[in-house]
């Protein structure tokens, strides 16, 4: 069956849907409350992963091999992607692509046609250089007070903001909620990765500003209103008809 975006499998043409939108704003220090108006630019996925995939490259075909990073990463206690198995020593690692004939259960060959969603890689780089992810990196370096732009900058390049900026922010924002959270040693224990990779200490977040502590005040509110439910209609702020007495909204557990 043909992939068509604008009908269904029947031969009745379908209703035209608008196309998905990848424009979305996210609570940043200069607009906590993503549901309000900002002055700035919204947040352009878009726009946002070529810069992401520069951090990406960069880190793998060069960041890894650097002396500093290898010293800090050591005393963290997290394996860089040339270390483990099977390991990932550039963005250029290549590996058989996942189109073109393959083997059928019946015997013979059949055509696995490509993913109409994925982009083609960038630099050759297969499967392997995908799977490795920044984020654990990026909240190995917040959870031990070792985030400084400077360390940034030597670990994803020189495009470490627009493509990981908005990642280290959400993630400094996480770790202060995993504090608020719980103990100590439950934080820790999230920061963990494995047995061989457990986090050898814990630091207060680093260079907090005013800013971002007030983002941070208003995503915990908000969250708090989603544990009790205060969602759409009920959110702080909204009002609402119900055509009834107007009373106090109160959760009710099951």
Known sequence: ??????????????PAYPPPSFHQSYATP???????????????????????????????????????????SAFMNI????????????????????TGPTPSLAG???HTPPNL???????????????????????????TGHDKPSVLHGFFGDAWREGVGSLHEIERRN??????STSWL??????????DETCPFVSPLRNVTEEEMQAADSAWSEWLAMQDWMLGPRAPGETFDTGMNDGPRIKREP
Not at 1 to 14: C, D, E, R, T, V
Not at 39 to 66: T, V
């Open 175 to 180: 770790f202060m909620f995993a504090a608020k």
């Open 186 to 195: 439950n934080v820790k224990a999230e920061y963990d990765m494995g047995p």
């Open 30 to 72: 200069s607009n906590p409350n993503p549901r309000q108006k900002s002055s700035g630019p919204s947040f352009d996925i878009l726009e946002w992963y070529p810069q992401y995939q520069s951090c990406h490259r960069y880190f793998l075909d060069h960041a890894q091999h650097n002396p500093p990073v290898q010293a800090l």
């Open 108 to 110: 013979g060959m059949r």
């Open 1 to 14: 069956m043909a992939f068509n975006a604008q009908a269904g499998p029947s031969s009745q043409p379908g």
């Open 79 to 98: 394996l860089l992607p040339y270390q483990k198995h099977p390991p990932v020593v550039s963005a250029s690692n290549a590996s058989p692509s996942n």
């Open 117 to 143: 969603f994925s982009q083609p890689p960038l630099s050759g780089s297969g499967p392997h250089a995908q799977s490795v992810s920044l984020i654990p990196y990026i909240r190995r370096l917040i959870a």
